[in-house]
Nanobody
Framework: QVQVVESGGGLVQAGESLRLSCTVS????????MGWFRQAPGKEREQVAC????????TSADSVKGRFTISRDGAKKTLFLQMNSLKPEDTAMYYC?????????????????WGQGTQVTVSS
């Protein structure tokens, strides 16, 4: 059974940093693309960043380019999202997800398995 667990959220002030972590069990970590998503109250869930399986190619939303960095550590089976220069508009529930397809990339139609989410709140 695939399990996805996020951690690292919290309350910070604008301009500060946070690092989110996500551990995945139940599959071969390096064979699957992974992504970070967020959902603010009253808004749809949006993809923040994605990292492919084999080459580790990354994509990110325009709203976070230059501030957020997605990375993965295969030895620890952990996905990270380093968030710098946080803004109040980054406030949201952040979700980690793993693509259940083997050797999938960040394009196409991933089959995402979600975690429960971790709250990030940025005060002005």
């Amino acid at each position: 059974q695939v399990q996805v667990v996020e951690s690292g959220g919290g309350l910070v002030q604008a301009g500060e940093s946070l690092r989110l972590s996500c551990t995945v069990s139940g599959l071969t970590f390096d064979e699957h693309a992974m992504g970070w998503f967020r959902q603010a109250p009253g808004k749809e869930r949006e993809q923040v960043a994605c990292i492919s399986s084999r080459r580790g190619t990354t994509t990110s939303a325009d709203s976070v380019k230059g501030r957020f960095t997605i990375s993965r550590d295969g030895a620890k089976k952990t996905l990270f999202l380093q968030m710098n220069s946080l803004k109040p508009e980054d406030t949201a529930m952040y979700y980690c997800a793993t693509d259940l397809r083997i050797f999938g990339g960040c394009s196409g139609t991933p089959s995402w398995r979600w975690g429960q989410g971790t709250q990030v709140t940025v005060s002005s």
